[in-house]
């Protein structure tokens, strides 16, 4: 039996009451003035993984006690120094191979000095994640009965690394993007690679989200913004929003005031077996975000070896690892929204909403 470990952190403001409970009495800032000088420590022991072949794996959740704020905006090489020392418990554990998860996917180099100084393989799991976007976005829009080749496709983020893959795909199959991020230069080189793979491809780029979100049919966000970067003005009746980055990048006043949109996570899966986190991250049992599922399947496949780093991903390594999250039994668990499933009928309710909007005024005001 292969085992992994997979890095987490907390990243808003409450998740480190889910395992200290006493720290939700506490501001942030003492929080993160504290939590800065804990090292990293074993969260949880994973149980129960089970592939479809009959392989089977185990793990540990190893907790990163850095915000989002702090991995972000601390020195790099102070953040990088806590990242590998949570990879050495993982080795020290007995792990065989260690994801990143969150935003310890995101600093420096995504992954690659984090693996030069790990006797372990590493991975961050985004191409599993792009994956698992890509079919939700797909199945999303069939809900809604967008047609994808008549859609204006936005990528948000367009030039990070599962914004940029996502936008390469996407292009490969449907006529319409719109690439939206905030470095000019990069948004031109990746159209250009985008329009030489698929000569009808229509592509815009933009560096003001305000002014272009309006006009999507479709938007995939994965910016890595600390704060939502999506409010309810910003988007049309009827429209399909796959939001994969975390923190969000949908504002909770979407949920609250926008009942004509369908806004779901992106990379949220079903895990073979009967599996016990051991561990509250927000998600029913048996599921899992995409980067972790990543982490499980290349254990369970024996494939121990670094894996989705930096920032360029192939569209190889993306397929590749879909066709063995499938092969193990791991599947898109569905469509979800701000904490709760959603059914059928609220997706239908969603839709006739937006059509009776669309009906009465070109755009929500």
């Not at 998740?15 to 804990?38: C, G, M, N």
């Not at 996407?170 to 719109?178: H, I, K, Q």
């Not at 369970?300 to 092969?327: C, F, H, M, N, P």
Request: include cysteine.
């Amino acid at each position: 039996m292969n085992r992994f470990a997979f890095i987490i952190h907390p990243v808003q403001a409450g998740d480190l009451a889910r395992k200290f409970p006493i720290t939700r009495y506490l501001p942030t800032s003492w929080q993160e003035a504290i939590f800065r000088h804990v090292p990293p420590m074993k969260a949880s022991h994973i149980t129960g993984i089970r592939s479809l072949t009959g392989a089977e794996a185990e793990g540990w959740f190893i907790g990163c006690p850095l915000s989002s704020r702090q991995l972000l905006e601390l020195p790099v090489d102070f953040v990088l120094r806590r990242i590998i020392q949570a990879g050495r418990l993982a080795e020290k554990l007995g792990a065989d191979i260690v994801g990143l998860g969150a935003f310890t996917a995101v600093v420096g180099d995504a992954g690659i000095t984090v693996a030069k100084n790990l006797n372990i393989p590493v991975t961050t799991g985004n191409s599993l994640t792009v994956a698992s976007a890509l079919e939700g976005v797909k199945q999303a829009a069939s809900s809604m009965e967008i047609d994808l080749d008549e859609a204006n496709i936005l990528i948000l983020g367009a030039t990070g690394s599962i914004g940029a893959a996502c936008a390469r795909i996407l292009g490969r199959e449907f006529p319409r993007l719109t690439l939206v991020a905030r470095n000019t230069r990069r948004l031109e080189e990746l159209r250009e690679q985008i329009e030489a793979s698929n000569p009808q491809a229509q592509v815009a780029i933009s560096t003001d989200s305000r002014k272009s979100l309006p006009g999507a049919d479709v938007i995939l966000t994965v910016t890595s913004a600390l704060d939502a970067v999506i409010e309810p003005e910003d988007l049309r009746p009827g429209s399909v929003v796959c939001d994969v980055a975390r923190p969000r990048d949908v504002s909770k006043r979407v949920a609250a005031m926008r009942d004509d949109v369908l806004v779901f996570e992106g990379g949220v899966m079903s895990v073979p077996g009967d599996v016990e986190f051991n561990l509250d991250f927000g998600f029913p049992p048996g599921t899992a975000y995409a980067c972790m599922s990543e982490t499980m399947v290349l254990a369970l496949e024996g494939r121990l070896e670094s894996y989705s780093l930096g920032r360029e991903l192939t569209v190889e390594q993306i397929l590749e690892v879909d066709r063995l999250a499938k092969k193990h039994g791991f599947r898109l668990a569905g469509l979800r929204s701000f904490e709760r499933m959603l059914t059928g009928e609220q997706i239908l309710q969603i839709r006739d909403k937006a059509r009776k909007r669309l009906k009465k005024a070109p755009a929500w005001v």
